[in-house]
């Protein structure tokens, strides 16, 4: 689907819906128990944005887990992948190399997901005291 057709339909999406995103990313990668050489070696571990680079396989299997649960939206794996972040991995000078990759990535991720019908909110357990989720059933107001 073109750009103009995919922004489109989310903006559409968003008019009609709550539009899911998905979870944290960095800390899915925590929970991957990825060793020293799965980051690119000691000096790297701990930067979840060379992981694009160095266990792109990882990347895309939170990303379908994410779609899986049923989020509309996947994020890059790209929060800190930036030149000031990444110099202190001295990876300044690939920011682009991994921007694009986790942009990839994701795209790619999302694209294999079948296109699902509009639903209506997720759970939403009420507990007393708390507000329901009412309100999404009514967005977007009538008018």
Sequence with gaps: MPMDER???YLDAARQRVV???GAM???LQLADLSADDYGGPALEGCSEAVVLTRPDVVSGIHRS???AGVDVVETN???AFSVVLAEYDLQDRVEEI???AARLAR???SRRPERPARGPRE???RPGQPTCAWKRRWPPAG
């Design 66 to 68: 994410f779609l899986d």
């Design 20 to 22: 899911i995103f998905d």
């Design 124 to 126: 939403c357990p009420h």
């Design 99 to 101: 921007n694009l990759t």
């Design 108 to 110: 790619v991720s999302g």
């Design 7 to 9: 922004g489109a339909a």
């Design 78 to 80: 790209a929060f800190g």
């Design 26 to 28: 960095g800390t899915s």
